[in-house]
């Protein structure tokens, strides 16, 4: 039962570097989002999306982008990394309102 | 707007005492209402769930929540707490609008002590 599996687990970036979180579920779920989470702050909402092809912004967008070409895969974007992006990111599927959460990538940026 | 408030950032208490953490929302719709855990350098468990039906919720690990909707409140309660139960206790909320996103509360630490 995989569920849903987040990599890498761990990454180091420079700032200004881009990179691809990647996202994948085998639940079948058509709800899926990312989150970030900071100390004090708990998990804010990045983006979502409620299906293939289609993505919204939650509430912390800024200098992420996604796409949904699956049902099963769900990849965050960074395009030019920032130091504030430092942070742990977590994957998550929805079926009735139930999340499945990702075990998070851990990402710093230098 | 659509927000969730989580009142205390810790919670310190002695083993075996009651805990009760506070969860506040703020919608002007329906809304399905979630607690979840976290232990240390650990992904989130979800401890309980309300989508309809008895506002008395009981979860795993002994826990148990009760939504009121006039009071727009959703604690988490438990009788007797143990060491074990020191973690991050997060409430979410997901508005039943079109995008049905989860939001969550900044969580409160949950601290047992001896």
């Known amino acids: 039962n995989a569920g849903v599996t987040q990599t890498p687990k761990f990454q180091v970036l420079k700032t200004g570097q881009s990179m691809t979180l990647q996202c994948a579920q085998d639940m079948n779920h058509e709800y899926m989002s990312w989150y970030r989470q900071d100390p004090g702050m708990g998990l804010r909402l990045i983006h979502y999306?409620?299906?293939?092809?289609?993505?919204d912004q939650g509430e912390v967008p800024n200098g992420y982008n996604v796409s949904r070409s699956t049902t099963e895969d769900f990849p965050l974007r960074l395009l030019s990394a920032a130091p504030s992006q430092t942070s742990v990111y977590f994957c998550?599927?929805?079926?009735?309102?139930?999340?499945?959460f990702g075990d998070g990538t851990r990402l710093s940026i230098l | 707007a659509q927000s969730v408030t989580q009142l205390d950032s810790q919670v310190p208490v002695f083993e075996e005492a009651p805990v009760e953490l506070r969860c506040n929302y703020s919608s002007s719709v329906s809304v399905y209402l979630f607690w979840y855990v976290q232990y240390p350098n650990q992904g989130l468990q979800l401890l309980l769930k309300y989508l309809s039906g008895s506002t008395l919720v009981k979860g795993i690990n002994g826990f148990e929540a009760e939504f009121n909707k006039s009071q727009t409140s959703f604690h988490l309660r438990k009788p007797s707490v143990h060491i074990s139960d020191t973690a991050e206790y997060f409430c979410?909320?997901?508005?039943?609008?079109?995008?049905?996103?989860?939001?969550f509360g900044s969580g409160t630490r949950l601290l047992v002590r001896p």
């Open positions: 979410a909320v997901s508005f039943m609008d079109s995008s049905y996103k989860l939001i």
């Open positions: 999306s409620v299906g293939a092809g289609i993505t």
């Open positions: 998550a599927s929805s079926y009735k309102g139930t999340q499945h």
